[in-house]
């Protein structure tokens, strides 16, 4: 195994076996619902007012964990989470509070665009999970219909809340373009495709700094930069994020990467990132003067991630994942350092709940771009057998992407590999199975894949290949992940289309 697919591996691996169960068993508020807002050092949850922000990540935490296989009870996490969040954090106008007190009463009613961001992210997440019957995609319209008509800006983006208040951010925005994303994944409304583009548009015309291909944090009511040190800060983490959701966007929507995103990444690596530290900072300025030499561990697990997204060689994404893992290694695990000093010593202080969303991102794109560290963490199946798959066949790609693609999404949530071969499919059809692997043709990998999971009815299912059409031998069956009627247990992948 080489370096690189070793670390990832490892990160993968203290995600499933440390802070998974950690963050659920001692993170979770058994008394008054919710989740801790952080756990100290030796283990202990702090009991704090929960934040809009904390819950939702947890909620998508926990959902992306069920994605990426973890076998603990993700769903009951994921549920624990979003059904606190319904009750306590959702106003009549579907937009969110921002802090509920202990009590169960709201502590901060204020809006705060970043909050709905990551609402619209864990409800995204809740509908893959739970459905349309749970109501998630609902929540998730009304309040983006509440944001197009009472928070939309005139020159782009939304505003801050609806009195104006200033200065803008382009954080809260980074986090809806990755919302959107998100809902683009698993539905087909063209609204999500229409937000995303217009924050894109937003970054590339207005954030981003054309001459220095900086970013900028703080911006005046026209979108210029705001004035004195505030207009002036850069982040090299949010300089890594942009970088990887442009190229996300890019790619989901059939478009070449914008050229801002090598130089997002070339401005954090030069200006931003301590090579004797091999972290990256806090914030610098303009000039590339330090403004904070803090490392924070989120900025870590985004250089990973934009790393990724660029194609960086294996040494430099192995040195970026190295850089996140030195923040793990806490006495007890499955906690982490969020500081780290500019003297290289970590600031010793309660882990933070936030984290863990950042982590979690991080280990699911090194999941999938590295084939050895996918399977890492993944219980061992008796007899050496293979982790459940389900192959497409498509014969019409309007029939697969109209009928068969939620239920392909519904299969990958409950941590199933899936793939589909054709030998002709659309570039527009193709950027829509992107989390999907093809393979060219069955004859092909018929040697490697031993085991198939059909989303429809089987858990585990064998096939043979003959001269005449492929059948599914069903040796397992377990309720549907549809609501529509489940298909007979065994059916030739001919008809089934």
């Not at 591996?9 to 919710?34: H, S």
């Not at 979108?223 to 300089?239: L, N």
Request: with cysteine; hydrophobic share 45%; net charge positive.
């Amino acid at each position: 195994m080489s370096d690189v697919a070793a670390e990832a591996a490892a990160l993968k691996r203290w995600l499933f076996d440390a802070a998974l169960p950690l963050w659920w068993e001692r993170g979770a508020d058994r008394i008054r619902g919710g989740f801790h807002e952080a756990i100290s050092l030796d283990g202990s949850p702090l009991p704090q007012p929960h934040r809009a922000r904390v819950i939702a990540r947890q909620a998508f935490s926990y959902g992306e964990a069920g994605r990426l296989g973890w076998p603990g009870p993700w769903r009951e996490a994921q549920h624990h989470a979003l059904e606190y969040f319904r009750k306590h954090f959702i106003t009549a106008d579907a937009t969110v509070v921002s802090v509920v007190g202990l009590d169960g009463e709201i502590a901060d009613p204020r809006f705060d665009l970043y909050n709905q961001a990551f609402a619209l992210l864990a409800f995204a997440s809740g509908h893959r999970t739970f459905g349309e019957a749970a109501g998630w995609r609902r929540q998730a319209v009304a309040l983006r219909t509440t944001l197009e008509q009472s928070y939309a800006h005139p020159l782009g983006g939304f505003v801050e809340d609806r009195a104006g208040r200033l200065p803008q951010r382009s954080n809260p925005h980074m986090h809806l373009l990755e919302a959107a994303l998100a809902w683009m994944a698993v539905e087909d409304d063209p609204a999500w495709r229409s937000m995303a583009d217009g924050i894109a548009a937003l970054c590339l015309e207005k954030l981003i700094d054309p001459a220095s291909g900086a970013l900028g944090e703080f911006f005046a009511r026209d979108w210029s930069p705001a004035p004195g040190v505030e207009g002036r800060i850069r982040e090299p983490g949010h300089h890594y994020e942009w970088a990887f959701l442009l190229d996300r966007w890019a790619r989901m929507t059939c478009r070449n990467a914008p050229e801002a995103v090598p130089r997002l990444i070339a401005f954090a690596d030069s200006r931003g990132l301590d090579v004797r530290r091999g972290a990256a900072v806090n914030a610098v300025l303009s000039d590339g003067g330090v403004h904070d030499p803090i490392a924070r561990l989120w900025a870590q697990a985004e250089r990973v991630r934009a790393y990724l997204a660029q194609r960086r060689s294996g040494d430099d994404v192995a040195a970026a994942i190295k850089g996140l893992r030195r923040f793990l290694a806490t006495p007890t695990q499955g906690v982490w350092f969020d500081q780290l000093g500019a003297d290289d010593a970590f600031i010793v202080e309660p882990a933070r709940a936030t984290s863990l969303y950042h982590i979690i991102g991080t280990v699911a794109e090194l999941s999938q771009a590295i084939p050895a560290a996918a399977n890492s963490g993944l219980p061992a199946r008796s007899g050496g057998a293979a982790a459940p798959r389900v192959v497409y066949l498509v014969t019409e790609d309007w029939y697969f992407i109209s009928h068969r693609l939620p239920m392909a999404r519904a299969a990958r949530g409950a941590s199933t590999r899936c793939m589909w071969q054709r030998a002709s499919i659309g570039t527009a059809r193709q950027s829509r199975l992107k989390d999907f692997t093809s393979i060219p043709s069955l004859g092909a990998a018929a040697a490697s894949i031993r085991a198939i999971l059909f989303v429809w009815c089987v858990r585990y299912a064998s096939f043979t290949e003959t001269s005449g059409p492929l059948s599914l031998t069903t040796s397992q069956c377990r309720q549907p992940w549809s609501d529509r009627s489940p298909l007979p247990a065994s059916r030739s992948f001919a008809s089934t289309r």
